[in-house]
């Protein structure tokens, strides 16, 4: 008995009760001074977060050390405006908000390993942090609007009991006051429950005039202090905790070294170098790997590191000494207010300071930001400090969750073992054996690719159209470097990929890749939630380049490519994919027909290509010969690594695919997916866009149209098993297209891959009344008003942005921004969704004439005719206009004799002839209908594109809101 007592004994005893202080930030110094090797959080009520950041950051900025957390309770997080970022910390931030003052954000310093959780209680914001090796924080905000407490209780019973660890921390302001003796039945239930869980209260000081209201409740085996800190950013005080770690905390980050290349050196190095072996017919293979062990032993030689000190640094750098000079005495100012409160003069003194110490920090927070903008020396400067002063700066979308809590270097392994793997066996699942492919020679081209050797002049200006922010492969050579030699190696660059040419060769250095994992969607532990976007050597670029220009010239030259393709093609963008399948679909439609849209999702088809299938392909069309032999090679023989942070895996062979990355590989896969499109199929047209197709099918009624589709996606799904791409069904989903006063009758569709059709196991497509289809929505009605929803949504998100900015930045600088920003977002694919009545297209010309209205610091009620002539920037509908005349402009050839008749100018385009005022809401009607009626004011039609597109802005910003709406009558 007295042995388990002893044991109980010891149990309790681990549970230890923090040290508790309360002071101002002077004194906090010097007691987080004597801690040593400590984890340190803070936490503040901030009532706002996108009003008192500043504040905030001001106030902790007296302190002599960073925070390794931040918990910030009560933040009024709202969807359209972004979580306000911090240098060297990754933010956490809840995106449950039960009313408007609702919002949790965590910032963590990069170095610290934090997983997040966020629970889905009714009464309250909760935010679980958990912190390796073994510390959980539970970041909590109870509104005090909320009555029953009984809920919140059994709440936090729920989450409590859930998580498993030796150290946890319940932070955050509750709003029920624990200070003894106040004799609150919700605080006595309250710390009844925190006991009943092995908690106890870490301080029981007042945090908000003279009741405790913000807990730091504690169950820890750890030596732990609380400081509460005198606060002026809102009427709560801060709390720091300071956790006293046993062991050094294991720092995930890369060592903070940089590496700095001696360019001047590295060149006089290059121009010593010896390239006589080039002319000495040895062959390619060779030849490029010494060429490319000079240039790298150049770079590598003159390369030197640099460790970057880890002093600290200034979260905000235009918090100056007299800033903080200003918030320390307006702090003494509060100190003394707090002691005396009915001291009327020291109120009015207290009140006049803080006033004055809030003006100082936006005015220096301002001229800072201007100074930012104004020293930046080039766009990426530009940008980098409009993300800053915007809080925009997105993080980076990178592995680590793959390699997280995990052996780092198995994990590396893994990764590149499934990115090298992912096409053989996904095409063995289809196959059951390897390579069951049957080379057809059916369709041959007569036509032979012939492959003409560069010359100096091409190879210098291939060297010269380089990218220079392009990441460095495994050689390390930067393509600006390559720039910076081309007078020493245009010759013998040019000599060797002669004798690639000439024998048919592709060098194994330019054949080896890193692999960088970028994110896609999805769970961020997933690999398969990754693509794997190859980072390639710079002269493997060029060499690419070079054989990607003859190669594109073939195909357009003897159209080998369907028309139905339109991705990676000169002249053809999302736009015509789009434009083109709305077209078809109104088409049928009007003429009282059913239509039926597939959409396919193939599974990783890039990584998925079969090399031989392809290989075969290139022969049929016409490559021959060496020709054929240099893209066997290019194929063939390939070698990737992966890299996440500094750890790289080893040399994986890839046996299947084109790489992602490369410049070849878009043209390698429409050679290899143009068979799809040339398919004998009946009552329908394919769209597709590299791996994104689209299937129309139509007919009279929609029995009719589900045999013809089931029979179409049958042969379709047949040719993507011949040719090893995998068609995700589960993803793949289908729209019945249909009028607004049309009857549909719902259909049940499949693509069958079994053998007989009455035994037949084939799963149902997903059906969809909306599809995301390369950035459009469409929805089955056409109607624009889903996708006029989504755009409006990102429109109101970015006025937040120029809010901030337009304090900061000039207003070309806002116009630069706005065309980046705004007029990508709602002029992509405008001629195509654009026409939408009236009544939907509305809310986005609202959401857009605010924008402009806070960017220009126009009031609410300023006249929008006058806001779009000062702005010289088109409404939403006149944008629409403007590119559909444009565009139907490219497309108008110029006929002399439609100019002939001087008295009256005709109609330079026969009118579309449609039945259906449906049909007259779309492209297809309005951009002859807009062509011909706009000329025949402006008379455009004889004039050249840059001249049409001045004379058409002009006149439509002449026009107001009813006057553009009348166009369309």
């Known amino acids: 008995m007295a042995r388990f007592t002893d044991n109980i004994n010891n149990d309790i005893d681990n549970i230890t009760v923090a040290t508790a202080y309360s002071c101002d930030i002077k004194n906090c110094n010097d007691l987080v001074k004597k801690s040593g090797n400590s984890l340190k959080i803070i936490t503040q009520n901030i009532r706002s977060v996108y009003k008192n950041i500043d504040a905030f950051l001001a106030h902790i900025a007296r302190l002599y050390f960073d925070p390794d957390i931040i918990i910030l309770t009560e933040c009024w997080l709202n969807d359209n405006k972004p979580i306000p970022s911090l240098k060297d910390y990754n933010s956490y931030f809840t995106k449950k908000c039960l009313n408007q003052n609702d919002g949790i954000i965590i910032y963590a310093k990069q170095n610290i390993n934090c997983e997040i959780e966020e629970p889905n209680p009714k009464d309250a914001n909760f935010l679980l942090a958990k912190i390796v090796p073994d510390i959980v924080l539970l970041a909590i905000y109870r509104s005090p609007s909320f009555y029953y407490t009984e809920r919140f209780l059994n709440a936090l019973n729920d989450i409590v009991k859930s998580i498993s660890s030796k150290n946890i921390f319940l932070i955050g302001d509750i709003n029920i006051d624990i200070k003894p003796g106040n004799g609150d039945r919700n605080s006595n239930s309250y710390l009844n429950l925190t006991s009943e869980l092995g908690f106890l209260p870490g301080h029981t000081y007042p945090t908000r005039l003279s009741n405790c209201l913000d807990h730091v409740m504690v169950k820890t085996v750890l030596q732990t202090s609380v400081i509460v800190i005198n606060s002026t950013v809102t009427d709560h005080d801060s709390i720091l905790i300071n956790l006293s770690l046993n062991s050094k905390r294991t720092n995930t980050q890369c060592p903070s070294i940089v590496e700095r290349v001696n360019f001047s050196e590295a060149i006089k190095y290059v121009e010593l170098a010896d390239f006589t072996f080039m002319t000495n017919k040895q062959d390619a293979e060779s030849a490029a790997t010494r060429f490319v062990e000079i240039l790298s032993s150049a770079i590598k030689a003159n390369t030197e590191k640099v460790r970057v000190p880890r002093r600290k640094k200034s979260l905000k750098p235009w918090m100056t000494p007299g800033l903080l000079r200003c918030i320390r005495h307006r702090d003494k100012l509060h100190l003394n207010l707090k002691r005396d409160p009915q001291n009327e003069i020291l109120k009015i003194t207290y009140k006049r300071y803080r006033n004055f110490c809030c003006s100082l920090l936006r005015k220096l927070k301002r001229e ?16 980098a400090a409009i993300k800053y002063v915007t809080d925009s700066s997105s993080k ?51 036509n032979s690719f012939v492959l003409m050797p560069p010359d100096e002049a091409e190879v210098e200006s291939l060297i010269l159209s380089s990218k220079n922010d392009c990441a460095t492969g495994w050689d390390s050579i930067p393509a600006r470097f390559l720039k910076m030699v081309r007078h020493v190696i245009v010759s013998p660059l040019t000599i060797l990929f002669q004798t690639c040419v000439r024998e048919g060769c592709f060098p194994k250095v330019f054949k080896r890749s890193l692999i960088t994992p970028v994110h896609k969607g999805g769970a961020r532990d997933c690999v398969a939630n990754y ?41 053809m963008s999302t736009e015509d994919a789009v434009g083109s399948l709305v077209e078809f679909v109104t088409e049928k439609l009007d003429r009282k027909k059913k239509c039926l849209g597939v959409f396919l999702d193939l599974a990783k088809a890039f990584d998925t290509v079969s090399i031989p299938i392809l290989v075969d392909k290139l022969e049929r069309i016409g490559i021959r010969d060496s020709a054929l032999l240099i893209f066997k090679d290019f194929l063939s023989g390939r070698v990737q690594r992966v890299k996440i942070n500094n750890y790289i895996s080893s040399d994986a062979n890839v046996t299947f695919g084109v790489p992602q990355g490369s410049i070849l590989g878009p043209s390698l896969f429409l050679i290899y997916i143009n068979d799809l499109c040339n398919l004998s199929l009946t009552s329908c047209r394919l769209f597709t866009y590299a791996d994104d197709t689209a299937i129309v099918f139509y007919g009279d009624t929609w029995t009719e149209i589900q045999n013809i589709a089931e029979s179409g996606l049958q042969k379709v799904a047949r040719w993507l098993r011949e040719n090893l791409l995998t068609l995700n069904i589960s993803k793949t989903s289908y729209i019945q297209f249909q009028t607004i006063n049309s009857h549909m009758t719902d259909i049940n569709l499949k693509i069958h891959i079994c053998v007989s059709e009455r035994n037949c196991t084939c799963i149902n497509i997903t059906k969809s009344n909306t599809i995301n289809y390369l950035g459009i929505e469409l929805d089955n009605k056409l109607s624009w008003l889903p996708h006029i929803e989504i755009i409006t949504a990102r429109t109101r998100k970015l006025i937040w942005t120029f809010k901030k900015l337009r304090y900061a930045a000039e207003f070309e600088l806002l116009r630069t921004v706005y065309f980046a920003l705004v007029k990508s977002v709602i002029g992509y694919c405008v001629s195509v969704w654009g026409g939408a009545c009236k009544s939907h297209l509305i809310q986005l010309e609202r959401a857009h004439r605010s924008l402009l209205k806070v960017m220009t610091f126009k009031p609410f009620r300023f006249s929008t005719t006058l806001l779009y002539k000062q702005c010289e920037l088109l409404s939403v509908r006149q944008l629409f206009v403007f590119n559909i005349i444009a565009k139907q402009h490219v497309h108008t050839p110029y006929n002399p004799e439609v100019c002939s008749n001087k008295r009256c100018i005709p109609n330079v385009l026969p009118t579309a002839k449609f039945r259906t005022t449906f049909a007259r809401r779309q492209r297809a009607y309005l951009s002859v209908f807009l062509y011909n009626k706009i000329n025949k004011k402006l008379n455009f039609y004889p004039l050249s594109l840059h001249d049409c597109k001045s004379i058409v802005k002009t006149w439509l910003l002449s026009l107001n809101y009813e006057e553009t709406e009348d166009l369309f009558n």
């Not at 680590?400 to 392994?413: M, P, S």
């Not at 195909?555 to 990676?568: A, E, K, T, V």
């Open 368 to 383: 800072h930001d201007k100074f930012l903008l104004k020293s930046a020396k080039s766009n990426k400067e530009t940008w």
């Open 396 to 446: 980076k979308s990178s592995a680590d969750e793959l390699i997280r809590n995990c052996n780092v270097l198995d994990a590396v392994e893994d990764i590149n073992s499934y990115f090298s793997n992912v096409g053989r066996e996904l095409a063995e699942k289809l196959t059951g054996c390897k390579y069951n492919y049957k080379c057809t020679r059916s369709n041959c081209l007569t």
């Open 531 to 571: 693509r794997p976007i190859s980072v390639l050597t710079a002269l493997s670029k060029i060499l690419e380049k070079m054989l990607n220009v003859r190669l594109i010239q073939f195909l357009n030259r003897y159209n080998i490519l369907s028309s139905s393709q339109f991705g990676f093609r000169m002249g």
